[in-house]
Antibody, heavy 119, light 105 residues
């Protein structure tokens, strides 16, 4: 069965960077786009960007341009999202999600990774 | 940037009742690009509807989606206890609405 398993919770200081991983199993890793979505406590969902794991091509939401980098390692079926210059407002749960059947939707999601930014 | 506005913010209903959730876009959105998700506390979102009206795999037929252009609707025909959750619409694989909470009355 399809599974996306994310790395564990992180605590970072303002100005630092965080790199979250998302290991895929149960399907051909390079056949579906990855997306990253975050959610601050009690808030809604915020899309951060997408990555084509076959080509490595990416597209980022304007809000995160210059601060986010999405990469992958196809040998271990793992996608990564790195966010730099962290500030307190980046405290949130970060989800990876696989591109779904309609191409513009996300059908499988990781369990989420809590990133806390605090001095 | 297209903004999605969901209404109402909270819907208080009883099990067995019908729920009608609205998602309005600031500009026309192709139906192909509109999806709906359900999220329960502490869980990742679950895809319910894609292409505005196609149920995702395993989604019960009490969930239905409709609409076009700037106005889209998610309908739950008869609420089951497990349907009380927050629902989000999304367009073009990017922007999400702010969510509608369906709570038990």
């Amino acid at each position: 069965q399809v599974q996306l398993v994310q790395s564990g919770a992180e605590v970072k200081k303002p100005g630092a960077s965080v790199k979250v991983s998302c290991k895929a199993s149960g399907y051909t890793f390079t056949s579906y786009h990855f997306n990253w979505v975050r959610q601050a406590t009690g808030q809604g969902l915020e899309w951060m960007g997408w990555m084509n794991p076959s080509s490595g091509n990416t597209g980022y939401a304007q809000k995160f341009q210059g601060r986010v980098t999405m990469t992958r390692n196809t040998s271990i079926n793992t996608a990564y999202m790195e966010l730099s210059s962290l500030r307190s407002e980046d405290t949130a749960v970060y989800f990876c999600a696989r591109g779904g059947p309609g191409n513009w939707d996300f059908d499988y999601w990781g369990q989420g990774t809590l990133v806390t930014v605090s001095s | 940037e297209i903004v999605l506005t969901q209404s109402p913010g909270t819907l208080s209903l009883s099990p067995g009742e019908r729920a009608t959730l609205s998602c309005r876009a600031s500009q026309s959105v192709g139906s192909t690009y509109l999806a709906w998700y359900q999220q329960k506390p502490g869980q990742a979102p679950r895809l319910l509807i894609y292409g505005a009206s196609t149920r995702a795999t395993g989604i019960p037929d009490r969930f239905s989606g409709s609409g076009s252009g700037t106005d889209f609707t998610l309908t739950i025909s008869r609420l089951e206890p497990e349907d009380f959750a927050v629902y989000y619409c999304q367009q073009y694989g990017e922007t999400f609405g702010q969510g509608t909470k369906v709570e038990i009355k």
